[in-house]
Structures are given as C-alpha cells and as structure tokens.
C-alpha cells in the first residue's frame, strides 16, 4: 500500500463548480498535512497546511480526519486558473513523535476547470 | 534570482554515461532535497541534507545514485552508469529549518534528465 493515496483523476468541472479531493495515509504516526499545487511542467508550490479543527483559505477548504487517516480539500466557486494538479502531502513521524524530516508526496490529482 | 536554481535544465545522455545535476538552495536554508518525477507519477523522495550530513538516503533508488552537500549550500547529484528508466525531472528544494512548523518545501524548476 502507498504511503499517501489520491484519486488520479483527472476531474473534468465547469467554471463557478464545486470540487472535493481526498486523500489517505498509511502512517498513524503522521503528525503535519499539506496540499501542494504544481502546474503543467512547473514546479510543485505550497497550497495550504491542513489542521485538525479544518481550515479554509478564500475558497479553499482543508480537512483532516485523524481517526481515518484523511484529508480532503474542497474549492468552492471553480476558476480557470485553479487548473492544475493537487498534490496530498504528508510529513510522517515515528513512533516516538520524531518527524522523519521528509515530506511523502501523493501521486496527484488532476482538475481541469473549462469555460 | 532568490529561488532555487538547478542545472543543467535539460540534459540528454545515452546510457551508460554518467551525468551530474546541481542545485543551489535559496541562501540560508539549511535543510535540501532532492526528489524525481516520472511521466504522470507523482514525487519520489530520494535524499535529504541538514546542513552537509545526509539524515536520510534511504528513498536512492540504487548504488548508481549518490549525492553531497558542500559548505552547507550546493548539492550534487550524481547517477552513475545511466540506464532508461532513469529518465525523470528531478527537482530539488529547501526549507529554512526542519518540516514540523511549516511544511514548506521551495522547488526549483527541476532538470529534466533523458536517456536514451
């Protein structure tokens, strides 16, 4: 089993559509989330951490679910320019609360936002 | 630029030769990586640096990959005795201090490596 699962896609949606991504991880242990944003060819960027308590950046929403080892994000209100690929990440820890110093990486989901 | 900076951006090698990637970390950050992107595939982790030690080489695909940091700052990456599946974007990155705070990785554009 991969350490951090997505849906490839790709997700096909039309401008002004919502969209949820979600993501699993392997490793109880895990203690720090993040979504990554990498356009085509470039390089990947930080998006947006993900908290316990949920957060949410204008129309970009993150969860965690710690019990099921989750983590989604929702864009609400869809653009043109937030077509790109997702990437979960996932800073992992051992047992004894140590980080590996190491950030896993999903294998990505794709959007394309169409007109 | 204040980013990272790799080169070269692109290389093209026949297999079997060797080929070096280098990456300049944004100045101060003590902490570099180094991942490879195949086609459609997502991040594989292959190395990282505190300061000039190595934590973690444990994501080095095999012998033919090795990797060091001088004076804190530049790294080299270097694959011995290239074969196909090689063939990747690799990119580096850095972070100012260790992950557990931030989470923020700076990439840079990558080196895409062809062999053929």
């Known amino acids: 089993r991969k350490e951090v699962e997505q849906d490839p896609g790709p997700f096909n949606v039309p401008e002004g559509a919502t969209v949820a991504f979600n993501c699993t991880y392997s490793?109880?242990?895990?203690?720090?989330f993040f979504w990554y944003r990498q356009d085509c060819r470039k390089e990947p960027k930080l998006l947006m951490s993900?908290?316990?308590s949920g957060n949410e950046d204008g129309r970009f929403t993150a969860q965690l679910n710690r019990a099921s080892q989750y983590i989604s994000l929702l864009i609400r209100d869809s653009k043109l320019s937030d077509s790109a690929t997702y990437l979960c990440?996932?800073?992992?820890?051992?047992?004894?609360?140590?980080?590996?110093?190491?950030?896993?990486f999903g294998q990505g989901t794709i959007l394309t936002v169409h007109p | 630029g204040a980013g990272v900076s790799q080169s070269p951006s692109n290389k093209v090698t026949e297999k079997g030769k060797d080929v070096e990637l280098r990456c300049d970390p944004i100045?101060?950050?003590?902490?570099l990586y180094w991942y490879r992107q195949s086609l459609g595939q997502g991040l594989e982790f292959l190395i990282y640096?505190?300061?000039?030690?190595?934590?973690?080489k444990s994501g080095l695909p095999s012998d033919r990959f090795s990797a060091e940091r001088t004076g804190g700052s530049v790294s080299t990456l270097t694959i011995q005795r290239t074969q196909q599946e090689d063939s990747a974007v690799y990119l580096c990155?850095?972070?100012?201090?260790?992950?557990?705070?931030?989470?923020?990785?700076?990439f840079g554009e990558g080196s895409r490596l062809t062999v053929l």
């Open positions: 990155a850095s972070s100012p201090r260790r992950l557990e705070n931030t989470g923020e990785l700076f």
């Open positions: 490793n109880s242990a895990s203690q720090s």
């Open positions: 993900v908290y316990s």
């Open positions: 990440v996932v800073n992992m820890y051992n047992a004894g609360g140590t980080s590996y110093g190491k950030l896993t």
């Open positions: 100045s101060g950050h003590t902490a």
């Open positions: 640096f505190q300061g000039n030690s190595a934590p973690d």
